[in-house]
C-alpha cells in the first residue's frame, strides 16, 4: 500500500461555506481519497478551519463578540455542512488547537535558525481613525502592474502577482473607505530569492501537474521577492523568538501558519490514534505521495511558499526531520453562479447547508463531479442542476438499479443464477470489468469528469441491454434469470464505479440489490478535547480501513431482493423558479 497524503485546503471560519468553496478542496479530495482506499491505498485525508488573521477580527467586532467565540460557531457549522457533505476526512480539525501552534512554531524557529526568515523594516499601514494596523489584504487600490482596480495590499487577483500595499495607486480601507497611512514596522520575511533556485529546480520536476497551475507556479518565479510572515495583529499565533514571543501586537501571518496545519493536523491525528509518530509514513517517507487540493486563488501559497517553507526547513531539519514536497498541487477552477461572482455580501451565494436539506449531498456531489471548474471557470445555474439530476442521476442511474431491482423482485424474489451467456452477455460484463481501470486511471489522475462519464456510460449501456433482451417478453424462465443476473452485476459494478462520487446513495444501491452492512464508511463528527488543554471542539473523523474492493464482486444468487423504493428525488420545474426568486 502506498502512503498519499490527501491534503484539503483549509475553509475560513468567517461564515459558513457556499458551493463554490466546496467545488475547490472538498468534493474533487473527497472523490480521489474514497477511490484511492478502494483501490488498496493508505490514504490520510487531512484538513480544518482557518482561524486567525484580519477577516476573523473585523467580523467578529461587526457581530460584537470575540474572535475566538466567532471561530467556535463558524467551525462548528463548517463541520456540520462537511459531513454532511459525506466528505470522509480522517482529521478536520482547527488552527487554533495548541497542538498547532506548537507545530507552527516550531517550522517558524527552524526556518528561522536556518536562515531564510529575516528582519526587514518595511512600511506598514495604519487606519486613521481607529489607530490600528490595517493587514495589506484589507487595503484595495490600483494595481501598479496591470491597471487593475480592485487589487490587494498583498497581491493582485488579475494578474497574480505579489504586491505591497504601499505600491498601490490610490489605497483605500476595505473596511470603512479610509486612505491609510504607512509608518515603518519591523518583521520576519521570507526569503524567497534566496530559495528561488532551489524552488525552480524542484517546479521543473513536475510533469504531471495540471498545464495552468504549473504554468502560473513557474511564472511567479520571475518576480521573486522577500513576503512579510509576520503581522502587525493581536489574533493570531506568537512569533516565537525572543523580544517577539512577549510582543501582543505581532503575530505569525495567518498564511504561514495555515499551510502549517497540514502537517500538524497529520500529527495530531497520530497522536489520537495512540501512535504519536505515525504521520511520518506520509511526511518523511520518500515513496509517499501527497495531493493539495483548492481553488486557484491559492496557488501561490501552495506552490510557492509552502514548497519554500518546507525548502528552508529541510536545510538543516528540526525535530521532525526532512518534510515531503508536494507531489501535485490539484487547483479548481472558479465557479460562479447564474453568470455572477459569488459574493456572500451581495447575496450572490448558494450556501452548502441550503442545498443539502433541500436536494441531499448526492446531487450537489453529482453536479461538481460532472460540471464542476475542474479545467475552467463553471457557471452553476439551477437549470443545469435540475437538468442533470432528473436526466442523467434519475433517468439513466437510479432507472437501471430500480427497473433491475424491480423485475428480480418480482419474478424471481432473489438474485438468479445465470444460465449460458450469449455474445451480448459477455460484452456487456467485459465492458464493465473493464470500466474498473478506465475509471480508476481518471480519478488516479483527478480527471472527475472523464471518470464519472465513463462510470455513467456503463450504467447506459446496461440500460440499453436491457432494452434489446427485453427480460419482462422473454418466456424462457432461464433466459430470463440469465438476462437479469447480468444487469444485477453490471448494476453492482456501477455501483463501486460511482461510489467514490455518490457515496449515500451507493449504500441504497447496495440495499436494493439485498446487500447488508455498511457499504462505504462515512465520515462522523466527534466532539474531542484539546490535546494539549485547550478548549474541547468537534472535529470530523472516520473508520475507513474496510472498503469494498475497486474491482467487479460477483453477485451471490440466492440474495433475497425486495421492491426496491427510488434511489434518487425527480426535481420538478418549479424548483429553478424557486430558487432563483430566492436569490433575488
Known amino acids: 500500500m502506498t502512503g498519499i497524503l490527501s491534503a484539503v485546503a483549509w475553509p475560513y471560519a ?16 473527497d472523490v480521489f481519497s474514497r477511490y484511492l482506499r478502494m483501490a488498496g491505498h493508505d490514504v490520510l485525508m487531512v484538513s480544518g478551519t482557518d482561524e486567525h488573521g484580519t477577516p476573523i477580527l473585523v467580523q467578529a467586532e461587526r457581530e460584537g463578540v470575540t474572535p475566538r467565540e466567532l471561530a467556535d460557531r463558524y467551525n462548528r457549522v463548517i463541520v456540520e455542512d462537511l459531513q454532511g457533505l459525506g466528505l470522509s476526512y480522517d482529521l478536520f480539525t482547527r488552527t487554533t488547537t495548541r497542538n498547532h501552534y506548537s507545530v507552527a512554531q516550531e517550522l517558524f524557529r527552524t526556518v528561522h535558525r536556518n536562515g531564510y526568515l529575516v528582519p526587514r523594516t518595511t512600511m506598514g499601514a495604519i487606519s486613521p481613525s481607529t489607530g490600528r494596523t490595517l493587514p495589506d489584504r484589507y487595503i484595495e487600490g490600483t494595481c501598479p502592474i496591470c491597471g487593475y482596480d480592485a487589487a490587494r495590499g498583498d497581491q493582485c487577483d488579475n494578474c497574480g502577482n505579489q504586491l505591497d500595499a504601499i505600491d498601490l495607486r490610490n489605497p483605500r480601507s476595505r473596511i470603512n473607505g479610509e486612505t491609510p497611512v ?11 530569492p534566496a530559495l528561488a533556485d532551489a524552488l525552480g529546480s524542484w517546479l521543473q520536476t513536475r510533469t504531471g501537474w495540471r498545464p495552468n497551475v504549473l504554468k502560473f507556479a513557474l511564472n511567479l518565479l520571475d518576480d521573486v521577492r522577500p513576503r512579510a510572515m509576520t503581522r502587525d495583529i493581536d489574533w493570531g499565533i506568537p512569533v516565537p523568538l525572543p523580544g517577539w514571543e512577549d510582543n501582543p501586537n505581532k503575530r505569525l501571518y495567518v498564511w504561514f501558519d495555515a499551510v502549517i496545519g497540514y502537517l500538524s493536523a497529520s500529527i495530531e491525528w497520530a497522536r489520537r490514534t495512540g501512535v504519536p509518530d505515525a504521520w511520518r509514513k506520509w511526511w518523511c517517507d520518500p515513496d509517499a505521495q501527497s495531493y493539495y487540493f483548492m481553488g486557484k486563488d491559492n496557488i501561490t501559497f501552495h506552490a510557492q511558499i509552502w514548497p519554500a517553507e518546507l525548502l528552508g526547513h529541510n536545510r538543516s531539519p528540526g525535530r521532525y526531520g526532512a518534510l515531503n514536497l508536494p507531489t501535485e498541487v490539484v487547483s479548481s477552477e472558479f465557479l460562479t453562479m447564474e453568470g455572477r461572482k459569488f459574493s456572500s455580501s451581495r447575496s450572490v451565494v448558494i450556501y452548502v447547508r441550503d442545498v443539502l436539506e433541500r436536494y441531499g449531498p448526492d446531487a450537489l456531489r453529482y453536479f461538481i463531479s460532472v460540471a464542476g471548474p475542474e479545467s475552467q471557470d463553471t457557471d452553476f445555474t439551477w437549470a443545469e442542476f435540475v437538468r442533470r439530476n432528473n436526466d442523467e442521476l434519475v433517468s439513466t442511474w437510479g432507472n437501471l438499479v430500480n427497473r433491475t431491482a424491480s423485475m428480480i423482485a418480482k419474478n424471481f424474489g432473489a438474485i438468479p443464477p445465470a444460465g449460458e451467456l450469449t455474445p451480448a452477455d459477455r460484452t456487456l460484463l467485459a465492458a464493465s470489468k473493464d470500466a474498473f481501470d478506465t475509471v480508476g486511471d481518471h480519478l488516479r489522475h483527478q480527471r472527475l469528469k472523464l471518470a464519472i462519464g465513463e462510470a455513467m456510460r456503463n450504467a447506459g449501456e446496461a440500460n440499453q441491454y ?3 433482451q427485453a427480460p419482462w417478453k422473454e418466456s424462457d424462465s432461464e433466459r430470463k434469470a440469465t438476462i437479469l443476473h447480468v444487469a444485477a452485476q453490471v448494476v453492482a459494478d456501477s455501483n463501486r464505479l460511482l461510489a467514490p462520487f455518490l457515496p449515500h446513495s451507493a449504500q441504497r444501491v447496495h440495499e436494493a440489490l439485498g446487500g447488508t452492512g455498511t457499504f462505504l464508511p462515512r465520515p462522523e463528527i466527534r466532539e474531542v478535547d484539546d490535546l494539549d488543554g485547550g478548549p474541547p471542539y468537534p472535529i470530523i473523523t472516520g473508520d475507513y480501513s474496510t472498503q469494498p474492493s475497486w474491482s467487479p464482486e460477483p453477485v451471490v444468487p440466492g440474495t433475497p431482493v425486495r421492491p426496491p423504493t427510488p434511489i434518487f428525488t425527480k ?3 418549479e424548483v429553478v423558479d424557486e430558487e432563483l426568486a430566492r436569490l433575488g
Open 466 to 468: 436491457l432494452s434489446q
Open 14 to 29: 468567517n461564515g459558513p461555506r457556499h458551493i463554490g468553496h466546496v467545488s475547490g478542496f472538498g468534493v474533487p479530495s
Open 571 to 573: 426535481l420538478a420545474p
Open 182 to 192: 504607512f509608518v515603518e514596522t519591523e518583521h520576519f520575511f521570507l526569503d524567497l
